[in-house]
């Protein structure tokens, strides 16, 4: 079964930083990565998509790495802004079709 | 082009009882995933269909069920709702079934409450 594993659950940073999100799951035979932003008591917004044979992808401020081989992503957001304050949520997709889910980092940015 | 509508956005039932939610796709959106999300178990799959067949299910219990028609919008079906079901349902939809290369898009979901 496939695991996904966000740490840490919940992270404070002031505006301006670079915030750095991690994703870890335990079965390296993906299609693809998706992250994803959540507000509160919205639905889900995709940020950006890695096909497994892809190593990174670039939007605006927000850049996200794959690495098959260990099992993890990184999303780095660029000179944080409190809009940027939400949930951050990755997901996995796997031969089954499924997207399996981590249960995300709730990001607040501090003016 | 408009989005992944959910209807209703919130719902208050009573354990027992049962519920429809339904889903609008992105129009020319043939395949409609269901998501439960509760603050425990987070995000987890209920079911695609794609082209009014039922594609993949989760490890849910027979009281989840669902179904598509010839337009493409989804219903999902909840039995003998039970305390343990009150979450934020999300559906999401896209072009091909779920497993191609592209991205789903979301609703914002149906917030079902159970008494």
């Known amino acids: 079964k496939q695991e996904v594993t966000q740490i840490p659950a919940a992270l404070s940073v002031p505006e301006g930083e670079n915030l750095v999100l991690n994703c870890s799951f335990t079965d390296s035979a993906i299609y693809n990565l998706q992250w994803f932003r959540q507000d509160p008591g919205k639905g889900l917004t995709s940020l950006l998509l890695i096909q497994s044979s892809q190593r990174e992808q670039t939007s605006g401020r927000l850049n996200a790495s794959l690495d098959k081989s260990s099992g993890r992503s990184t999303l780095y957001i660029a000179a944080s802004q409190p809009g940027d304050s939400a949930t951050y949520l990755c997901a996995v997709r796997r031969g089954n079709n499924r997207l399996a889910f981590g249960k995300g980092n709730q990001v607040v940015v501090i003016p | 082009k408009a989005g992944v509508t959910q209807t209703p956005r919130y719902l208050i039932k009573t354990r027992g009882q049962q519920v429809t939610l339904s889903c609008s796709p992105i129009?020319?959106?043939?395949?409609v995933s269901w998501y439960q999300q509760t603050p425990g178990q987070g995000l987890q799959f209920l079911f695609e269909y794609f082209s009014e067949t039922q594609r993949n299910k989760g490890n849910f219990p027979g009281r989840f069920s669902g179904r598509q028609f010839s337009n493409s919008r989804s219903e999902m079906n909840v039995s003998t709702l039970e305390l343990g079901d009150s979450a934020l349902y999300l559906c999401?939809?896209?072009?091909?079934?779920?497993?191609?290369?592209?991205?789903?898009?979301f609703g914002p979901g149906t917030r079902l409450l159970v008494l």
């Open positions: 999401a939809s896209s072009s091909t079934i779920a497993g191609g290369q592209e991205t789903q898009y």
């Open positions: 129009s020319g959106h043939r395949s």
